[in-house]
Protein backbone atom coordinates (compact mmCIF):
# COMPACT_ATOMS: atom_id res chain seq x y z
CA UNK A 1 0.00 0.00 0.00
CA UNK A 2 1.10 3.67 -0.70
CA UNK A 3 1.79 5.70 2.51
CA UNK A 4 1.19 9.65 2.33
CA UNK A 5 3.24 11.89 4.55
CA UNK A 6 2.25 15.21 5.07
CA UNK A 7 4.45 18.04 6.75
CA UNK A 8 4.70 19.64 8.91
CA UNK A 9 1.71 19.06 11.16
CA UNK A 10 0.43 22.30 11.92
CA UNK A 11 1.93 25.92 10.23
CA UNK A 12 0.61 29.34 10.90
CA UNK A 13 1.17 31.80 8.96
CA UNK A 14 0.37 36.32 8.59
CA UNK A 15 -2.43 37.22 6.42
CA UNK A 16 -1.58 37.66 2.97
CA UNK A 17 1.48 35.96 3.79
CA UNK A 18 2.24 32.46 1.55
CA UNK A 19 1.42 29.01 3.23
CA UNK A 20 3.54 25.29 1.86
CA UNK A 21 2.21 22.55 2.41
CA UNK A 22 4.55 19.09 1.54
CA UNK A 23 3.47 15.82 0.73
CA UNK A 24 5.12 12.73 0.01
CA UNK A 25 4.26 9.31 -1.53
CA UNK A 26 5.83 6.51 -0.08
CA UNK A 27 6.07 4.85 -4.35
CA UNK A 28 5.11 7.23 -7.27
CA UNK A 29 1.97 8.24 -8.71
CA UNK A 30 2.92 9.31 -11.84
CA UNK A 31 1.49 6.80 -14.31
CA UNK A 32 4.11 6.86 -16.76
CA UNK A 33 1.25 6.03 -20.11
CA UNK A 34 -0.35 9.38 -19.51
CA UNK A 35 2.21 10.75 -17.66
CA UNK A 36 -0.43 12.12 -14.91
CA UNK A 37 0.10 12.13 -11.01
CA UNK A 38 -2.96 10.51 -9.58
CA UNK A 39 -2.60 13.55 -6.42
CA UNK A 40 -5.32 15.45 -4.68
CA UNK A 41 -5.62 18.06 -2.31
CA UNK A 42 -8.60 18.48 0.43
CA UNK A 43 -9.50 21.43 2.81
CA UNK A 44 -11.59 21.02 5.65
CA UNK A 45 -12.82 23.08 8.41
CA UNK A 46 -14.40 22.46 11.26
CA UNK A 47 -18.13 20.66 11.35
CA UNK A 48 -17.48 20.08 7.71
CA UNK A 49 -16.85 17.44 4.58
CA UNK A 50 -13.75 17.69 2.75
CA UNK A 51 -13.77 19.54 -0.32
CA UNK A 52 -11.61 19.33 -3.28
CA UNK A 53 -9.01 21.93 -3.99
CA UNK A 54 -6.59 20.40 -7.14
CA UNK A 55 -6.34 16.80 -8.59
CA UNK A 56 -3.88 15.83 -10.72
CA UNK A 57 -1.39 17.49 -8.57
CA UNK A 58 -2.07 20.29 -10.33
CA UNK A 59 -5.23 21.02 -11.79
CA UNK A 60 -7.43 23.31 -9.77
CA UNK A 61 -10.98 22.31 -9.15
CA UNK A 62 -13.96 24.44 -10.47
CA UNK A 63 -14.83 27.45 -7.74
CA UNK A 64 -11.36 27.34 -5.68
CA UNK A 65 -9.82 30.71 -5.76
CA UNK A 66 -6.34 30.72 -7.81
CA UNK A 67 -4.12 31.38 -4.73
CA UNK A 68 -4.22 27.38 -4.27
CA UNK A 69 -2.16 25.56 -6.17
CA UNK A 70 -0.59 22.51 -6.52
CA UNK A 71 2.65 21.17 -7.65
CA UNK A 72 5.50 18.20 -7.69
CA UNK A 73 5.79 14.96 -9.46
CA UNK A 74 6.23 11.35 -8.86
CA UNK A 75 6.69 11.14 -4.98
CA UNK A 76 6.98 14.10 -3.91
CA UNK A 77 4.29 17.34 -4.32
CA UNK A 78 2.98 20.67 -2.76
CA UNK A 79 0.06 22.66 -1.84
CA UNK A 80 0.56 26.47 -2.07
CA UNK A 81 -1.49 29.28 -0.75
CA UNK A 82 0.01 32.15 -2.12
CA UNK A 83 -1.56 34.69 -0.28
CA UNK A 84 -3.11 33.33 3.05
CA UNK A 85 -7.13 34.98 3.98
CA UNK A 86 -8.64 34.68 7.10
CA UNK A 87 -10.98 31.74 5.36
CA UNK A 88 -8.46 29.40 4.72
CA UNK A 89 -7.98 28.36 8.03
CA UNK A 90 -8.34 24.75 7.59
CA UNK A 91 -6.79 21.16 7.82
CA UNK A 92 -5.37 20.16 4.19
CA UNK A 93 -4.96 16.75 3.25
CA UNK A 94 -3.03 15.43 0.51
CA UNK A 95 -4.50 11.96 -1.23
CA UNK A 96 -3.13 9.53 -3.83
CA UNK A 97 -5.87 7.68 -5.99
CA UNK A 98 -2.55 6.05 -8.09
CA UNK A 99 -3.49 2.59 -6.62
CA UNK A 100 -6.30 1.25 -4.51
CA UNK A 101 -6.65 1.38 -1.41
CA UNK A 102 -6.61 5.32 -1.95
CA UNK A 103 -4.53 6.97 1.13
CA UNK A 104 -4.98 10.20 2.84
CA UNK A 105 -2.31 12.15 4.19
CA UNK A 106 -2.17 12.71 7.71
CA UNK A 107 -3.48 16.24 7.39
CA UNK A 108 -1.91 19.91 8.01
CA UNK A 109 -3.37 22.32 9.91
CA UNK A 110 -3.20 26.11 9.06
CA UNK A 111 -4.09 28.71 11.22
CA UNK A 112 -3.05 32.60 11.04
CA UNK A 113 0.05 33.87 13.10
CA UNK B 1 -26.57 19.16 -8.61
CA UNK B 2 -24.93 16.05 -6.63
CA UNK B 3 -26.24 15.53 -3.24
CA UNK B 4 -25.31 12.68 -0.82
CA UNK B 5 -27.06 12.26 2.69
CA UNK B 6 -25.73 9.35 5.37
CA UNK B 7 -28.18 8.12 7.68
CA UNK B 8 -27.97 5.28 9.98
CA UNK B 9 -25.24 6.54 12.81
CA UNK B 10 -25.42 6.51 16.38
CA UNK B 11 -24.47 5.04 19.61
CA UNK B 12 -23.85 0.92 19.26
CA UNK B 13 -21.69 -1.45 21.79
CA UNK B 14 -18.54 -3.34 20.81
CA UNK B 15 -19.82 -5.84 18.87
CA UNK B 16 -22.83 -4.89 17.83
CA UNK B 17 -24.20 -4.11 14.41
CA UNK B 18 -25.16 -0.47 12.27
CA UNK B 19 -25.93 -0.04 8.48
CA UNK B 20 -25.32 2.97 7.28
CA UNK B 21 -27.26 4.59 4.08
CA UNK B 22 -26.11 6.96 1.75
CA UNK B 23 -28.91 8.76 -0.33
CA UNK B 24 -28.05 10.07 -3.43
CA UNK B 25 -29.46 12.33 -5.92
CA UNK B 26 -28.54 14.66 -9.39
CA UNK B 27 -26.93 11.52 -10.99
CA UNK B 28 -27.47 7.98 -11.73
CA UNK B 29 -26.10 5.32 -9.88
CA UNK B 30 -25.06 2.96 -12.42
CA UNK B 31 -22.02 3.31 -14.42
CA UNK B 32 -20.25 5.43 -10.88
CA UNK B 33 -18.35 3.94 -8.23
CA UNK B 34 -19.48 4.93 -4.49
CA UNK B 35 -17.23 5.05 -1.50
CA UNK B 36 -17.04 5.20 2.04
CA UNK B 37 -14.30 7.59 3.91
CA UNK B 38 -14.47 7.98 7.30
CA UNK B 39 -13.18 10.12 10.26
CA UNK B 40 -12.06 8.96 13.61
CA UNK B 41 -12.67 11.92 16.00
CA UNK B 42 -10.06 14.55 15.81
CA UNK B 43 -8.12 12.49 13.40
CA UNK B 44 -7.74 12.26 9.77
CA UNK B 45 -9.12 10.99 6.78
CA UNK B 46 -9.17 6.66 5.96
CA UNK B 47 -10.88 5.11 2.65
CA UNK B 48 -13.25 2.41 4.20
CA UNK B 49 -14.78 0.60 1.39
CA UNK B 50 -15.43 1.05 -2.16
CA UNK B 51 -18.51 -0.52 -4.56
CA UNK B 52 -18.12 -0.31 -8.35
CA UNK B 53 -19.97 1.13 -11.29
CA UNK B 54 -21.34 -2.42 -12.26
CA UNK B 55 -22.14 -3.24 -8.75
CA UNK B 56 -20.01 -6.22 -9.51
CA UNK B 57 -16.68 -5.21 -7.35
CA UNK B 58 -15.96 -4.76 -4.22
CA UNK B 59 -12.78 -3.12 -2.20
CA UNK B 60 -12.43 -2.91 1.72
CA UNK B 61 -9.89 -1.36 3.55
CA UNK B 62 -7.47 -4.50 5.66
CA UNK B 63 -8.96 -2.82 8.92
CA UNK B 64 -12.63 -3.21 7.67
CA UNK B 65 -12.58 -6.31 5.76
CA UNK B 66 -14.55 -9.27 6.52
CA UNK B 67 -16.85 -6.79 9.46
CA UNK B 68 -17.98 -4.49 6.43
CA UNK B 69 -20.39 -5.09 3.30
CA UNK B 70 -20.98 -2.05 1.14
CA UNK B 71 -23.99 -2.62 -1.05
CA UNK B 72 -27.08 -0.79 -3.16
CA UNK B 73 -30.41 -0.68 -4.60
CA UNK B 74 -30.09 0.98 -8.02
CA UNK B 75 -33.85 1.48 -7.39
CA UNK B 76 -33.20 3.97 -4.42
CA UNK B 77 -30.17 5.08 -5.73
CA UNK B 78 -28.91 4.62 -2.57
CA UNK B 79 -25.67 2.70 -0.84
CA UNK B 80 -25.47 1.01 2.37
CA UNK B 81 -22.28 0.17 4.55
CA UNK B 82 -23.61 -3.17 6.46
CA UNK B 83 -21.17 -3.11 9.63
CA UNK B 84 -20.49 -6.04 12.16
CA UNK B 85 -18.19 -6.96 14.86
CA UNK B 86 -18.10 -3.02 15.64
CA UNK B 87 -14.85 -1.95 17.83
CA UNK B 88 -14.09 1.30 19.62
CA UNK B 89 -11.89 2.10 16.89
CA UNK B 90 -14.69 2.28 14.63
CA UNK B 91 -16.14 5.14 16.12
CA UNK B 92 -15.75 7.88 13.43
CA UNK B 93 -18.09 9.96 11.17
CA UNK B 94 -18.42 7.75 8.21
CA UNK B 95 -19.26 10.01 5.06
CA UNK B 96 -20.88 8.89 1.15
CA UNK B 97 -18.28 9.91 -1.48
CA UNK B 98 -18.74 9.97 -5.23
CA UNK B 99 -15.74 10.59 -7.40
CA UNK B 100 -17.59 10.65 -10.75
CA UNK B 101 -16.21 7.67 -12.57
CA UNK B 102 -15.94 4.52 -12.45
CA UNK B 103 -12.69 3.51 -10.54
CA UNK B 104 -11.75 1.81 -7.44
CA UNK B 105 -9.68 4.66 -6.62
CA UNK B 106 -10.05 8.23 -7.71
CA UNK B 107 -10.26 11.64 -6.60
CA UNK B 108 -13.61 12.53 -4.46
CA UNK B 109 -15.22 16.08 -5.55
CA UNK B 110 -18.55 14.75 -3.68
CA UNK B 111 -19.53 14.63 -0.30
CA UNK B 112 -22.40 14.03 1.96
CA UNK B 113 -22.60 15.55 5.52
CA UNK B 114 -21.37 11.98 7.05
CA UNK B 115 -23.09 10.55 10.11
CA UNK B 116 -21.29 9.50 13.44
CA UNK B 117 -21.45 6.42 14.34
CA UNK B 118 -19.88 5.59 17.92
CA UNK B 119 -19.01 2.49 19.56
CA UNK B 120 -18.94 1.86 22.78
CA UNK B 121 -20.43 0.27 26.55
Known amino acids: DIVMTQSPDSLAVSLGERATINCKSSQSVLYSSNNKNYLAWYQQKPGQPPKLLIY???TRESGVPDRFSGSGSGTDFTLTISSLQAEDVAVYYCQQYYTTPPAFGQGTKVEIE | EVQLLESGGGLVQPGGSLRLSCAAS????????MSWVRQAPGKGLEWVST????????YYADSVKGRFTISRDKSKNTLYLQMISLRAEDTAIYYCANSGYDSSAYYYPYWGQGTLVTVSS
Open chain 2, 51 to 58: LSGSGGST
Open chain 2, 26 to 33: GFTFSGYA
Open chain 1, 56 to 58: WAS
